[in-house]
């Protein structure tokens, strides 16, 4: 079956640019779960989406955001890129059941580096 | 608040020795402990998870242990080979799977030396 998958892969913007990532979850999976992944600091959640909802969110400034649509796909924006938003977008999808973490795989990332 | 710790960072070992990595986690709540592998330019991916009602899980030369008194859970590997080389990171799941949330470890760097 296939995975999660993250479009673009690979990504090069401008300081002060805007940007949108997106994550198409594993079918079945309603929830979608945003990661930064830096060498300083590992992999820090951004927030989750469950049902079109944000169930979560990370300590992540107000550039971040995101949403996600109907059937699950879920996209994340930043708004006035800074150079230190260069970084490894990692989403990862699962079940999404309450109580109970099911599933739960990663994508291959957005490498996204701002100059 | 919502923390997981992990130690050691980086780990050398030889061939067919064991690796041992520690994890502890802040919130009592936490009841989803999985454990991810991630090579150079890959994925996290999962190898092996266990949930707060069980004390230890195997799988083949990996196992898990978790002491949920002293909110630490363990990664063992045993005989490890070349291919086990890569970067671990524990995680838990805060407020108890209210959402599918994870705080992941900062990280290991294991390194199997042939």
């Known amino acids: 079956k296939a995975g999660v998958t993250q479009t673009p892969r690979y990504l090069i913007k401008t300081r002060g640019q805007q940007v949108t990532l997106s994550c198409s979850p594993i079918s079945g999976h309603r929830s979608v779960s945003w990661y930064q992944q830096t060498p300083g600091q590992g992999l820090q959640f951004l927030f989750e989406y469950f049902s079109e909802t944000q169930r979560n969110k990370g300590n992540f400034p107000g550039r971040f955001s995101g949403r996600q649509f109907s059937n699950s796909r879920s996209e994340m924006n930043v708004s006035t890129l800074e150079l230190g938003d260069s970084a490894l977008y990692l989403c990862?999808?699962?079940?999404?059941?309450?109580?109970?973490?099911?599933?739960?795989?990663f994508g291959s990332g957005t490498r996204l580096t701002v100059v | 608040g919502e923390n997981v710790e992990q130690h050691p960072s980086t780990l050398s070992v030889q061939e067919g020795d064991s690796a041992v990595i520690k994890c502890t986690y802040s919130?009592?709540?936490?009841?989803?402990f999985p454990w991810y592998k991630q090579e150079l330019g890959k994925r996290p991916q999962l190898i092996i998870d266990?949930?707060?009602?069980?004390g230890e899980k195997k799988d083949q030369r990996i196992a898990v242990t978790l002491n949920k008194t002293a909110k630490h859970f363990s990664l063992h590997i045993t005989e490890t080979q070349p291919e086990d080389s890569a970067v671990y990171f524990c995680a838990a799941n805060p407020h108890g799977g209210a959402t599918n949330k994870l705080i992941f470890g900062t990280g290991t760097l294991l390194a199997v030396q042939p």
């Open positions: 266990i949930r707060s009602n069980v």
């Open positions: 919130d009592s709540a936490s009841n989803y």
């Open positions: 990862a999808s699962s079940f999404g059941g309450a109580s109970y973490v099911y599933g739960y795989t």
